[in-house]
T-cell receptor, first 115, second 117 residues
Framework: GENVEQHPSTLSVQEGDSAVIKCTYS??????FPWYKQELGKRPQLIID?????GEKKDQRIAVTLNKTAKHFSLHITETQPEDSAVYFC??????????????FGTGTRLTIIP | ETGVTQTPRHLVMGMTNKKSLKCEQH?????MYWYKQSAKKPLELMFV???????ENNSVPSRFSPECPNSSHLFLHLHTLQPEDSALYLC????????????????FGPGTRLTVT
């Protein structure tokens, strides 16, 4: 089955600096790579996703890059703000016969933004 | 945030008890999921239902028994659990991706914090 590794497990950055979280996956059949943000005591929420036919996707201060050959993808957050403090999970998805995705999640990165 | 609701929010049960977790989605989705979230472990997919049919059982022990009576409701029946089953159980739902404009996003509920004593 799929195995997703995520690094680092904790990350502290100064407000305004950039943060990068990296993930690797093992199954070449994976073709969907979402990132979820989970604030303390709240539910995970999708912040950005990318499909395997795209190398990079950006949404304001958040960007995701994908290297399908190397089987790794990364989350980049620029100009970090205190509200970016949360746990971030990467995931790799293998499509089901119904078109939705069976997701395998990474272990999460606890990001702390230092004011 | 009322798209996916879960009850109860907290549950304490003994190892010999039988209890059920309930999930309801008000988003018109056709796929529903159960995940287990333990401390310092990744979110673990347990079950997937598509159009009320179970399409994925991720080697989950039989003491966890899912039920999906319709596309809006999902249950997880629990019996003779072990202390290591204590965790946050999250329900999620997603659209049928072949619909025009559909996304692959999974919408999570707030979870049920389960403690097995």
């Amino acid at each position: 089955g799929e195995n997703v590794e995520q690094h680092p497990s904790t990350l502290s950055v100064q407000e305004g600096d950039s943060a990068v979280i990296k993930c690797t996956y093992s199954d070449s059949a994976s073709n969907y790579f979402p990132w979820y943000k989970q604030e303390l005591g709240k539910r995970p929420q999708l912040i950005i996703d990318i499909r395997s036919n795209v190398g990079e996707k950006k949404d304001q201060r958040i960007a995701v890059t994908l290297n399908k050959t190397a089987k790794h993808f990364s989350l980049h957050i620029t100009e970090t703000q205190p509200e970016d403090s949360a746990v971030y999970f990467c995931a790799a998805g293998i499509p089901s016969n119904f078109g939705n995705e069976k997701l395998t999640f990474g272990t999460g990165t606890r990001l702390t933004i230092i004011p | 945030e009322t798209g996916v609701t879960q009850t109860p929010r907290h549950l304490v049960m003994g190892m010999t008890n039988k209890k059920s977790l309930k999930c309801e989605q008000h988003l018109g989705h056709n796929a529903m999921y159960w995940y287990k979230q333990s401390a310092k472990k990744p979110l673990e997919l347990m079950f997937v239902y598509n159009f009320k049919e179970q399409t994925e059982n991720n080697s989950v022990p039989s003491r966890f028994s899912p039920e999906c009576p319709n596309s809006s409701h999902l249950f997880l029946h629990l019996h003779t659990l072990q202390p290591e089953d204590s965790a946050l159980y999250l329900c999620a739902s997603s659209q049928e991706p072949l619909l025009a404009g559909a996304t692959y996003e999974q919408y999570f509920g707030p979870g049920t914090r389960l403690t097995v004593t």
